[in-house]
T-cell receptor, first 114, second 113 residues
Framework: AQSVTQLDSHVSVSEGTPVLLRCNYS??????LFWYVQHPNKGLQLLLKYTSAATLVKGINGFEAEFKKSETSFHLTKPSAHMSDAAEYFC????????????FGTGTQLKVEL | DSGVTQTPKHLITATGQRVTLRCSPR?????VYWYQQSLDQGLQFLIQ???????AKGNILERFSAQQFPDLHSELNLSSLELGDSALYFC????????????FGQGTRLTVV
């Protein structure tokens, strides 16, 4: 079985400071991992993906994530937060079995303050 | 715009009724997934179809059913609706059966009154 655990349900940062959203995964297979973002009343947008190529993955809007197998982690970072980054972020794992079931974490609500 | 189209955007219906949610995947995508998002359950995987066949099943109630048609669009049927079925229902699509990201539609917000 595969699962992800997002370690913080809420994160609050000041504009211009770094962002760190933490995610640990569990998978019996070599996982594919993703981060999605959901702005209020919007759909889910793919931020970035890891599919066993480079362990440091760059995504849209300045976000990046590092796959660390030894720590079973896939934390999302951004050097400098912007007000428009305020949203809910989901860590997602895929892989294993006969389908492409995407298993979502419980989400981290990011608040960006002036 | 992800290229995945869901209709309708909003739906209000009474308990006991039946509704159909529709999804058109991105051009060329063979896989379609349905997810339910509610405040208490988060994002729950319901079901996946690939090229017309059911390939994975999640926490889908027996009152719910889905199908994927030859033109690859999909429908999610919800019957005997209860207040607790009120949620945001997302459809997503991807080109392959597994191991890739999925692209999500804007969702259908279902309110059962």
């Amino acid at each position: 079985a595969q699962s992800v655990t997002q370690l913080d349900s809420h994160v609050s940062v000041s504009e211009g400071t770094p962002v760190l959203l933490r995610c640990n995964y569990s998978s019996s297979y070599s996982p594919s991992l993703f981060w999605y973002v959901q702005h209020p009343n919007k759909g889910l947008q793919l931020l970035l993906k890891y599919t066993s190529a480079a362990t440091l993955v760059k995504g849209i809007n300045g976000f990046e994530a590092e796959f660390k197998k030894s720590e079973t982690s896939f934390h999302l970072t951004k050097p400098s937060a912007h007000m428009s980054d305020a949203a809910e972020y989901f860590c997602v794992v895929s892989g294993g079995g006969g389908g492409n079931k995407l298993t979502f974490g419980t989400g981290t609500q990011l608040k960006v303050e002036l | 715009d992800s290229g995945v189209t869901q209709t309708p955007k909003h739906l209000i219906t009474a308990t006991g009724q039946r509704v159909t949610l529709r999804c058109s995947p991105r051009s060329g995508d063979l896989s379609v997934y349905w997810y339910q998002q509610s405040l208490d359950q988060g994002l729950q995987f319901l079901i996946q179809y690939y090229n017309g066949e059911e390939r994975a099943k999640g926490n889908i109630l027996e009152r719910f059913s889905a199908q994927q048609f030859p033109d690859l669009h999909s429908e999610l049927n919800l019957s005997s609706l209860e207040l607790g079925d009120s949620a945001l229902y997302f459809c997503a699509s991807s080109p392959y059966l597994g191991g890739t990201e999925a692209f999500f539609g804007q969702g259908t917000r279902l309110t059962v009154v």
